[in-house]
């Protein structure tokens, strides 16, 4: 199985996901990818691939421009222009001062001025296009609603399935700004010239997953950096809050480092694209890749992309069954609803003929070792069992992924399952009922139509 990890001991950030799955490729797809990135038609943007040394180790840093400016920090004071409306915010709509070298779309408000000693890139808005004036500084602002930025990536060149991906990601970040502030999502606005750069990240990684087709996506936890950062209105914890909103439930820690590691977009790309967060899997490596950021440290300010074939293992599943001749099918059905929301894999039932001759249903439940405890209850609290019997069995199966394709009736998944030399896709019968229905189209036809897209 193709399997891609991340080793992220010194966080992630858009552009260093982006070069680290960059050197994956041969010389040739390098060549044909930066070609493929500057046809997408990114308004404004130049991407460039540079040889970058960090601690003797050789690898690449992306550098991103926008009408031939890189972004840099405002000032040198921390201080930033923003502006005070909630419909005009910017990463957490703080100036911040970090040590990091990740470049950092904090470009979901207004113009910050972040003063960084971080390795990592950090991008912030400095053109706008209107005047404001606030606390003696002046500031030009030019923002971008979440719905320009859909119609902005949907006019880029690149597959529809990459679209998706794109906007999804960026979605994340907005969702996480909009909790963070308590605003609306339709109110959370991007810079400009962040928001061409940040498009240009998530963009380029999200086109070299899909190049480079992973089966399975792993990383290790995220080093997220520790202590505090500065801004215009105060002093924030390390990670700032809205990368730890988009983080929840990924396994995260802080390191010796001292400073924000892991960017909002950073963030974002990995809780869209990684499928676990766990040690590196047992495979054979096939390709290296190491994306790095600005600045140096006594640690390689890099991600490390490992790329590889493994050989999936069996799962451990352990399987419940028990005899059933005194409850209605009603009742089973319900009792079967109730166990797959407590987390069974799988549950059905096959009739048989119990003692003296009485027909009757053996209820099969599969279930992981983690959930024993909850299926049990449940089949002892919905059904009328007084016994249980357990088998422990191994599990093979395809590995399993879902993708989103946008079509002229809306959003359709595709369900994807991949392995053992067998790689299968089919539509999620429940979107395409629902087009059905609206539509008065078979379903057939539509399968046949939403393919030829």
């Known amino acids: ?21 960059y050197e994956l490729l041969n010389e040739e797809e390098r060549k044909a990818f930066i070609e493929e990135l500057k046809e997408a ?3 404004g943007v130049t991407v460039t691939a ?15 421009t926008v009408n031939g400016e890189e972004e840099e920090s405002l000032d040198d004071d921390g201080e930033s222009c923003e502006n005070l409306h909630h419909h005009e915010h910017s990463h957490d709509g703080h100036s911040h001062e970090h040590e990091h070298g990740h470049e950092h779309h904090h470009d979901e408000y207004h113009e910050h001025s972040h003063e960084h000693e971080h390795g990592h ?18 500031c030009h602002h030019h923002h971008t609603s979440m719905a320009e930025i859909e119609n902005i990536i949907d006019g880029l060149k690149i597959p529809s ?5 794109v906007i999804e ?6 969702e996480a700004e909009s909790n963070v502030h308590g605003v609306p999502v339709t109110n959370i606005h991007f810079h400009e010239v962040g928001t061409m750069d940040a498009v240009a990240d998530i963009t380029a990684t999200a086109l070299l997953f899909n190049k480079i087709g992973a089966q399975k996506i792993t990383s290790s936890s995220i080093n997220v950096g520790s202590g505090h950062v ?8 390390v990670p ?9 439930d990924v396994p995260v820690y802080s390191g010796y480092i001292t400073g924000e590691l892991c960017t909002p977009t950073g963030a974002a790309l990995l809780k869209h694209f990684v499928n676990s967060f766990e040690k590196m899997p047992e495979m054979k490596i096939k390709a290296i890749g190491y994306g790095m950021g600005k600045k140096d440290f006594e640690a390689a300010n890099c991600v490390r992309a490992i790329l590889g074939e493994s050989t999936e293992k069996p799962e451990q599943i352990l399987e419940y069954t028990c005899n059933l001749d005194d409850i209605s099918a009603e009742k089973i059905g319900f009792a079967m609803e109730r166990l797959f929301a407590a987390g069974a894999v799988e549950v059905y039932t096959v009739p048989v003929n119990m003692k003296k001759s009485r027909p009757g249903n053996l209820l099969c439940v599969m279930c992981r070792e983690s959930d024993k405890e909850k299926i049990l209850e449940t089949i002892f609290k919905y059904t009328t069992t007084l016994g249980v019997r357990e088998n422990i069995s191994k599990r093979y199966a395809l590995s399993r992924s879902v993708e989103t394709l946008q079509t002229p009736y809306g959003a359709v998944r595709v369900k994807n399952s991949e392995g053992y030399g067998v790689k299968r896709s089919k539509f999620e019968y429940e979107d395409l009922a629902k087009i059905s229905r609206e539509t008065g189209k078979p379903l057939d036809e539509l399968e046949e139509e939403i393919k030829g897209l």
């Open 230 to 237: 500065h801004c215009a209105h105060g002093i924030l914890p």
């Open 169 to 174: 990601v960026y979605k994340l970040i907005a």
């Open 161 to 165: 399935a990459v679209k998706t991906d």
């Open 41 to 43: 038609g990114i308004p």
């Open 1 to 21: 199985m193709r399997t891609l990890y991340f080793d992220l001991a010194m966080g992630a950030a858009g552009d260093m996901l982006s070069a680290a799955l």
């Open 240 to 248: 700032a809050p809205a990368t730890a909103f988009i983080l929840k």
């Open 50 to 64: 540079e040889k970058s040394v960090k601690c003797g180790i050789t690898g690449t840093h992306f550098k991103v």
């Open 121 to 138: 890139e950090h991008h912030h808005d400095e053109h706008h296009e209107h005047e404001h004036n606030y606390d003696g500084h002046s």
